[in-house]
């Protein structure tokens, strides 16, 4: 691959999005009527339709010639293998040993392994009841704290899978606002709560200030002493947490090759495992390898990450969308599109590619979302009517886990009713005769007419699950996972670094301390004087 191919591939994909008619999608259909048989691929138990997109088959060319001029393949083997694909910071990025050996990494994948052996034995001790508070009760609650992705991980993966009857409860702090603590704590009770402190660097603000508000809640309940039966920590800074004060055996390591975006696979998914299950949680695991082994082998065109990833580079790129909305067709998966804000925007969401140059195009779109049908009564009507498309990720269920089928089927309907509309929309013809079918006079008409019009030929994929089983769940995250990844070699920047948070924290340091000193320094801008000042008088 040469920087020139693949600039010559892009430029490609530049000129396929100027030509005329090009984001238009209905006529695909009418001149394709196999089209939904040649523009779906399946890999894990998934299905991805992306024929509900503008994507012909001259641009479906186009899009797998630019993997190939970027190398996508060679940059994922290289991924697999160990290489410091993290290059700004000198890292592996090698989650996918998590899930299953790796025969290119096996130092890894053996370090992967012996810590989720350690996991599953600690699980099992604790649900035995060999393992106790300080009060000799069992533990029924596990509380994770942790914020980014050490909580959206296992906050997503939770939400959409725990059940009653579970072995234990999982409660979840993740913001620094005390109100977060406030509402958390009457759910819990001290002799019975396991904490988990989740933080690969054992050192964000936020996590240590309610670490060390939860542990002081815990000596109040049980004793100093004792507290310490009731702490965990699962970090990759074994010296801060010794000196937070959790034994050596009661931290689950993890490695630096694991991002934090990345990382609900590794001791970060302790919750999970206590909170689901063992079982479940390995099979959480193997759905994820499911989909590392089809992204590793399937060719280019049915590569599910990679077709999504194509399709999202045709969308910012190709067509100018630079949004996208998520929205799963299941509320067990209401915290999957603050999970892929993470996930891709924290990746994504640069402007430098690996060699400082700057990105000559746009790059991660902005993602948001909600469950349908809720979303549909919210945000939709800027998808459907807004003047600028918002391609959209439709994620269906198949299977609920409820007997209450006909609201299944209402919640299946929707969502194809959706992107049904989305495609087709309703032109001028169509919506004066159904006006006129309603009794509707020549005035009205006239002027509700473009109010009422669908312009349709609006984006949309969709991926169907069986069921919201741990194994489907764990390939659609991957699949989300290397989408990132392809994205990232599309466009020649890290997707594993994330530099851009760290100004905002150097900034807070001096500031909470001019907060408890109720004392402005003057070398703030003067915005930040006059708000600094307000919340100083308001409070006093
Ligand atoms: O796990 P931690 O080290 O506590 O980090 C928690 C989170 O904070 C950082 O600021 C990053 O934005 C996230 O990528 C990370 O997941």
């Known amino acids: 691959m040469t920087g020139d191919s693949l600039e010559a591939a892009w430029a490609r994909i530049t000129a396929l999005g100027a030509a005329p008619g090009a984001s238009a999608i209905r006529p695909l259909f009418a001149a394709e009527p196999d089209r939904f048989a040649r523009f779906h691929a399946r890999g894990a138990g998934l299905l991805l339709d992306i024929s509900k997109t503008a994507i012909s088959d001259t641009v479906r060319d186009a899009l797998l010639d630019l993997a190939r001029a970027a190398a996508v393949e060679a940059r994922r083997d290289e991924m697999a293998r160990g290489a410091l694909v993290n290059e700004t910071e000198r890292r592996a990025a090698l989650h996918m040993a998590l899930r299953e050996a790796l025969p290119g990494a096996p130092g890894p994948s053996a370090e992967a392994a012996g810590t989720l052996e350690a996991m599953r034995v600690f699980t099992e001790a604790v649900h035995r009841g060999e393992i106790r508070g300080a009060t000799n009760q069992r533990f029924d609650t596990v509380l994770n704290i942790g914020i980014g992705g050490s909580d959206l991980g296992p906050v997503m993966v939770g939400r959409a899978l725990w059940r009653a009857g579970d072995p234990m409860r999982p409660i979840h702090l993740g913001n620094v606002d005390g109100h977060g603590w406030e509402t958390v704590l009457p759910q819990l009770d001290a002799r019975r709560t396991l904490v988990l402190v989740a933080s690969k660097t054992f050192t964000t603000q936020e996590t240590m200030a309610n670490a060390h508000l939860v542990k002081r ?201 959706q992107a049904e509309a989305l495609l087709m929309g309703r032109d001028a013809a169509g919506v004066e005769a159904d006006m006129r079918a309603a009794g509707a006079d020549e005035a009205t008409i006239a ?32 699949l989300y996972e290397h989408k990132v990844f392809v994205l990232g070699a599309l466009w020649r920047i890290n997707p594993f670094d994330q530099w851009g948070v760290e100004l905002g924290k150097v900034l807070a340091t001096p500031l909470v301390r001019e907060l408890e000193q109720g004392a402005p320094s003057p070398a703030h801008d003067s915005s930040t004087r006059g708000l600094l000042a307000e919340v100083l008088k308001l409070q006093s």
């Open 217 to 417: 809640w815990m000596e109040a309940s049980v004793g100093k002493l004792g507290a310490t039966a009731h702490f965990v920590a699962l970090s990759t800074n074994m010296k801060a947490t010794a000196e937070f004060g959790i034994a050596p055996e009661r931290v689950f390591p993890f490695n630096d090759w694991v991002g934090g975006r990345f990382s609900l696979w590794s001791a970060i998914g302790l919750s999970l495992a206590l909170s689901l299950g063992w079982e479940r949680f390995r099979a959480l695991l193997d759905g994820a390898a499911a989909m590392d082994r089809h992204f590793l082998s399937a060719p280019l065109a049915e590569n599910l990450p990679v077709l999504l990833a194509l399709t999202e580079a045709w969308h910012v790129n190709g067509l100018g969308l630079n949004r996208r909305a998520v929205l799963p067709y299941d509320e067990r998966l209401r915290r999957l599109p603050a999970h892929l804000q993470q996930l891709e925007m924290e990746s994504l969401g640069k402007r430098v590619r690996l060699d400082g140059s700057l990105v000559p195009r746009a790059t991660g779109p902005v993602v948001f979302g909600e469950p349908g049908t809720s979303a549909q009564h919210s945000f939709m009507q800027l998808v459907h009517q807004g003047p600028k498309p918002v391609p959209v990720d439709f994620i269906l269920v198949a299977k609920p886990d409820h007997s209450h089928a006909e609201n299944h089927r209402i919640l299946l309907a929707n969502g194809l009713a």
């Open 447 to 478: 002027r509700l007419l473009p109010h009422r019009i669908f312009p349709g030929d609006r984006p949309s994929v969709t991926i169907v699950l069986p069921s919201l089983d741990p194994a489907s769940l764990g390939a659609l995250i991957a």
